[in-house]
């Protein structure tokens, strides 16, 4: 025997193998898990990972390791919240489903069928009047009358001696009995009509796994979930649908982490001193602190602006978390107000809500103020529309203005940054300026040195002329050899400067192309002309500083570099940090 989980109908099928086929789809369907994961995720995008960055829509793998073994599945990101100051507090939302209106419409039209299908029991429940009311106060009457009918009626028990278990009727069973209670091995059922068969027709079962019945009268009933069907109806002075959850915060400056802004936070009546204690804080936020001198009055209250004109004759709902000195009564209430709510603020720190209403012609001004000489401590404060506060949420106009704090610690950083960068490059620039000058220099003393051993031998061979003049007729021979020997100190000479002249050009060396150092056999050398100086390895240039600027195609720090006071280092292999050193 199978159990059934659910069923679906193909009302307008016919044909058996088209039938088949969509009940197969609609198996593959329902066999698959419909899941919602919540995670926080860093952003590799955001350190220059582009091809690890996700964006709404986008497929992505889940490996769920809480199941043995894990669950492997295919997921969309259907929700992104983003942090701009820490990326890795990003909140990611995953699923392969979003609940849509037409899901909730099929689902209560399912409710409102089973409902009508089960008319004639509403029809023949005897606790229903012809006008459609309960024939006893609701609850503690109902109970009353319920204990005077089932002591009225009394009961017959039988045994079954088939496997039926043991019934209990409201009369004999010769006598036509009407109810009846039959309990089974670990369940029973229970009817008060039968069928036309004379069948009894159980209605109304329970065992281990629940209850099920079409009418179920109770005071309160607690459970973790609750389906009501769009056929529901409420009691007197209760509608649901009235109820307005609102979620924008019309409070500036509600997260207390600054100076007060006294245009939005002031008082009036000067019984009230305000200031923003952080040592008093709840869950890490600072909090107003709000010392009163006497029982405030309207015209002696906290008086605090929202950030636009309330819309009239409207519910607004003020939520916040407090704590008082001593237990006061705090009221609040628009300044042209209609209405005025009170609560009562104990000593430990709790969440609070009152509905404040506006008036025909309201203003922006909410009063706030105590029944007597306190101090109170408020934190995280919200003001939305709606009778329903949702999570405390700072106002857009507080977030915008974090954004821009962020861009101009940005802009600032850049500023820091090119300030550092043209420090670089006016070192470079000097580095330049001192290679050019070390060149002009090496021209110089080489043009010097040459033009010395010029006449330096010009010099001596006059002096040869004149001994070998004098001496000529003397001894033909010593002077042929003291000839060849001043001759050859000159050769020795000139070959030395020779030598001298080829070192300079084997590091220096003249062309079109500008001035070049480096050893000729070397593959690493510095070519200087007038539009640029360039860093050449095998002749290919991996740096350059031309235009006031300097370039590199692949610089490679292996722990850090100071720029001004700011050192980049390397925090680990995904993770470089820029931090400032003083």
């Excluded at 804080?281 to 209250?301: M, P, Q, R």
């Excluded at 480096?518 to 200087?528: Q, T, V, W, Y």
Aim: glycine share 8%.
């Amino acid at each position: 025997k199978s159990h059934v989980f659910g069923k679906v109908e193909f009302d307008d099928v016919e044909d058996p193998e088209e039938l088949l086929r969509l009940t197969k789809e609609k198996l593959e369907e329902l066999s698959k898990p419909l899941i919602t994961y919540e995670c926080k995720v860093i952003d590799l995008k955001a350190y220059g990972f582009e091809h690890e960055g996700v964006e709404l829509g986008d497929w992505v793998g889940i490996v769920d390791k809480e199941f043995n073994p894990p669950l492997r599945l295919k997921a969309r990101v259907i929700k992104i919240v983003r942090d701009l100051l820490e990326p890795e507090n990003n909140d990611l939302v995953l699923g392969n489903f979003i609940p849509s209106v037409v899901d909730s419409w099929n689902e209560q039209e399912q409710y409102i069928s089973n409902f009508r299908g089960k008319q004639g029991v509403w029809d023949r429940a005897r606790i229903i009047e012809s006008d459609g009311t309960i024939n006893a106060q609701f609850l503690n009457n109902l109970v009353d009358e319920l204990n005077t009918r089932m002591n009225a009626q009394g009961g017959y028990v039988y045994i079954s001696e088939d496997g039926k278990g043991l019934i209990t009727y409201d009369k004999p069973i010769d006598q036509n009995p009407t109810m009846a209670i039959q309990l089974l091995g670990g369940a029973f059922r229970i009817a008060n009509s039968k069928l036309p068969n004379d069948e009894w027709n159980w209605r109304t079962f329970g065992d281990g796994n629940g209850f099920t019945a079409d009418l179920i009268n109770a005071g309160k009933i607690r459970a973790q979930f609750v389906q009501i069907g769009s056929s529901t109806e409420f009691e007197e002075g209760y509608d649901p649908s009235k109820i307005r959850i609102g979620g924008r915060n019309l409070l500036r400056g509600s997260e207390f982490s600054g100076a007060l802004d006294e245009s939005y936070w002031g008082q009036q009546g000067n019984i009230y001193t305000l200031s923003i204690d952080n040592t008093e804080t709840y869950d890490g936020y600072n909090s107003l602190k709000i010392e009163g001198s006497g029982a405030g009055v309207t015209d002696k209250a906290v008086k605090i602006r929202a950030t636009r004109t309330p819309a009239a004759n409207f519910d607004y709902v003020l939520s916040f978390y407090a704590k008082a000195s001593e237990q006061t009564e705090l009221t609040a209430l628009w300044e042209n107000g209609a209405t005025q709510n009170k609560v009562s603020i104990t000593t430990d720190w709790a969440r609070y809500e009152l509905i404040v209403t506006t008036g025909a012609a309201p203003n922006e001004y909410l009063l706030m103020f105590f029944d007597k000489a306190t101090t109170v401590w408020i934190a995280l404060p919200k003001l939305e529309l709606g009778t329903r506060a949702s999570d405390a949420t700072p106002a857009p106009e507080d977030t915008a203005g974090a954004i821009n704090d962020v861009a101009v610690r940005l802009e600032e950083r850049t500023v820091e940054l090119q300030a550092g960068i043209d420090g670089i490059t006016a070192q470079v620039q000097t580095i330049a300026s001192d290679i050019d000058q070390l060149w002009q220099n090496t021209e110089t003393y080489v043009r010097q040195t040459a033009d010395e051993w010029l006449l330096t031998a010009r010099q001596e061979l006059n002096d040869l002329s004149q001994q070998l003049t004098e001496q000529y007729q003397l001894d033909l021979q010593a002077t042929a050899n003291s000839l060849n020997l001043s001759i050859s100190e000159i050769s020795g000479r000139i070959d030395g400067l020779t030598g001298e002249l080829t070192n300079i050009k084997t590091y220096f060396n003249f062309g079109i192309d500008g001035f070049r150092i480096g050893r000729s056999d070397s593959p690493f050398s510095i070519n200087i002309s007038n539009e640029r100086i360039d860093f050449l390895d095998m002749g290919s240039a991996v740096a350059w500083i031309s235009g006031q600027k300097m370039f590199i195609t692949s610089a490679q720090v292996t722990n850090n570099i100071q720029v001004g006071n700011h050192v980049i280092e390397r925090y680990n292999d995904q993770i470089t940090l820029v931090r400032w050193v003083g």
